[in-house]
């Protein structure tokens, strides 16, 4: 019966019998359809106006499967929306799957998917239903009179994410819809780095919509830091600190960052090295000596006071009241952390009022303050001072000689307090706290310390000869390093076999790199003797507290004899215990840090004399 001009005319949802079985005409089975199916059953064809369909056009088996109305893909109200060409049925035969044309079987059109339904006795297994299961046997085996009959390529969308690469390259288990993996960076950071390794060398990590490729082999972190330096720039981490940072060398790249260091590179000359030490170690037994015994101290937050007190001084001939020291550590310590938050977020939310957003921008604005008004002050009584800032302020911009702008000096100065600050700190306070932890490591050190400065000031002569000293702190660093840090492709770079474009992020981690077993065995182990000269050396490109390359930290030598300073000052006079019912946890940061540290002043006793009197 055919359709008249502009009627609509009822749908009969019923499957045709296969020829000559005499059986009745069976209602299409909905209820155990699947998803495709169902969908195809619920359309209904509305005829064009002008036109009259018989015949074919009308065949109850083929108004399912017919694209709803027009065939232009426009969503209109109350209609379903045209299936797009790859989702289209196509007949059993191959011919004239979307033109209506009849076929010797019968116009039974095949979805691409096949029309299948569930079978009653097989949970799990998908069979034709009704007459359409010979023309869907036929299409999947192939035995059809046409072209054999297949699903279609997936979608551009689909295609265009999968990478082009010499070696597919594996992706980190726990990856969540729209945010990746960034809730298992900002719940367990480094659970979740340390278990990259065991997935592959160059490991995709998801966040939002970025993408980032974790080298865990230190030969390929080798090549983004040194080899194939050329062909890498700071990352996100970086990017997003620029407000903070703005143009220091923590930051920049390039010619920009080569002039830069060139010109500031003086300022950390050995002979000011020397007069940096003196001040330094000052600073450190001042501290010592104003602990008492029985006294409950809290190791990190004197940790961040002494090295804020070395850089203001040092570096900047500032003495900042007590006040200000404080407010300053509670400053670094939101930049490290927030830094790290801010570099796991998905790039959507890096704008968003969250906490870590508003915490970040306020302790920008006030670290900003803080040396604007140093460098004012400065400006207005030069004197005749020979450190960090006196350099920066004589200097002049290499292309047009005029002298260096406030803000271009406030951004160096910036990066040297953060960077000095937050990493001497952070692997000071871990030093104390492993000393605490294993009293035989403890003892040798204070033996050193004995023989080599006793209670007097610690010179550079004191710092080459603490051997033992030395290769405790190189634990520490190793133990205790950078938990995250990003380069980004300026060109096609290869790494593992694996072919990166320009703007890819790739990222790495010192911190699970320094606990890999087959570098370090028994990492989790705190071995001073790793490093004496009988054992398996350590090769250079495995222990990167400091970095490599042309980015490697400026001030590697003055942090490091800040840190052998203080833990020779404070073992010569004191013993600090761990505070009893006390808990240490790692708080996420740059470079991971204790959530607190309370320790417990004890006297030194018999332990001998030297040239500066009793020891107590």
Not at 52 to 76: T, Y
Not at 264 to 292: C, V
Not at 344 to 369: D, G, K, Q
Request: charged share 25%; glycine share 10%.
């Amino acid at each position: 019966m055919g359709c008249r001009e502009g009627v609509r005319q009822p749908v009969d949802l019923t499957v045709d019998p296969p020829q000559g079985d005499g059986q009745r005409p069976q209602p299409l089975r909905r209820r155990r359809a699947t998803t495709v199916h169902r969908f195809h059953a619920r359309q209904r064809i509305r005829p064009a106006a002008g036109t009259v369909c018989a015949g074919p056009s009308c065949n109850p088996v083929l108004r399912p499967l017919a694209p709803n109305g027009p065939d232009d893909g426009i969503r209109r109200p109350g209609r379903r929306p045209a299936l797009p060409p790859h989702r289209r049925p196509r007949r059993a035969d191959g011919a004239g799957a979307r033109t209506g044309k009849q076929t010797a079987a019968g116009n039974r059109l095949v979805h691409p998917y096949g029309a299948l339904t569930r079978s009653r006795g097989s949970r799990g297994s998908a069979v034709p239903s009704g007459s359409a299961r010979v023309g869907a046997a036929e299409a999947v085996r192939g035995r059809g009179s046409g072209p054999r009959a297949r699903a279609s390529p997936p979608p551009a969308s689909r295609r265009s994410r999968v990478m082009s690469s010499a070696t597919a390259t594996p992706l980190a288990p726990g990856r969540l819809p729209l945010i990746g993996h960034a809730w298992q960076l900002w719940r367990d950071p480094l659970e979740f780095l340390l278990g990259l390794r065991t997935v592959g060398k160059v490991v995709r990590v998801g966040l939002g919509r970025m993408t980032l490729h974790f080298v865990t082999d230190p030969e390929l972190v080798h090549q983004v830091l040194v080899a194939q330096s050329g062909s890498f720039e700071r990352g996100t981490i970086f990017q997003r600190a620029g407000a903070v940072f703005g143009e220091g060398l923590v930051t920049s790249d390039g010619e920009r960052h080569r002039t830069d260091r060139r010109m500031i590179q003086p300022g950390f000359r050995r002979d000011r090295l020397d007069h940096y030490t003196a001040i330094m170690s000052d600073n450190a037994r001042k501290l010592a000596e104003s602990w008492h015994p029985g006294e409950r101290v809290d190791v990190n937050e004197a940790m961040y006071h002494l090295a804020i007190t070395n850089l203001t001084e040092a570096l900047f001939s500032c003495d900042l009241e007590r006040a200000g020291k404080h407010e300053l550590a509670d400053v670094v310590k939101v930049i490290s952390q927030g830094a790290m938050m801010r570099a796991v977020l998905p790039p959507s939310l890096t704008a968003a009022p969250l906490p870590v957003n508003r915490r970040f921008a306020a302790a920008a604005e006030a670290i900003h303050a803080t040396l604007d008004r140093i460098i004012t002050e400065r400006r207005a009584r030069p004197g005749d001072r020979q450190d960090l800032l006196a350099l920066l302020l004589s200097l002049r911009d290499p292309a047009t000689g005029a002298p260096r702008s406030d803000q271009w000096i406030r951004d160096q100065a910036v990066t040297m307090l953060n960077a000095g600050v937050d990493t001497t700190a952070s692997t000071l306070t871990w030093a104390f706290h492993e000393l605490g932890r294993h009293p035989e490591i403890r003892e040798r050190v204070e033996e050193e310390v004995d023989a080599v400065v006793g209670r007097g000031p610690v010179g550079p002569d004191q710092l080459a000869a603490l051997d033992y000293t030395d290769r405790f702190l190189k634990e520490v660093a190793r133990l205790h390093s950078f938990l995250m840090l990003i380069r980004r492709t300026t060109d096609p770079v290869e790494l593992g076999g694996v072919r990166l474009p320009a703007g890819a992020e790739v990222a790495y981690s010192l911190y699970a790199l320094h606990r890999d077993p087959e570098l370090f065995p028994d990492p989790e182990r705190l071995d001073p003797g790793r490093w004496s000269p009988g054992e398996r050396p350590v090769r250079r490109d495995t222990w990167l507290p400091f970095g490599a390359g042309v980015h490697k930290c400026i001030g590697d030598t003055f942090s490091w004899a800040e840190m052998l300073a203080a833990v020779a000052a404070v073992t010569a006079r004191h013993r600090l215990a761990p505070a009893p019912g006390t808990t240490v946890r790692t708080k996420p940061a740059i470079i991971p840090k204790p959530d607190r540290l309370p320790m417990i002043v004890r006297p030194r006793q018999g332990r001998g004399t030297t040239d500066h009197g009793a020891l107590s």
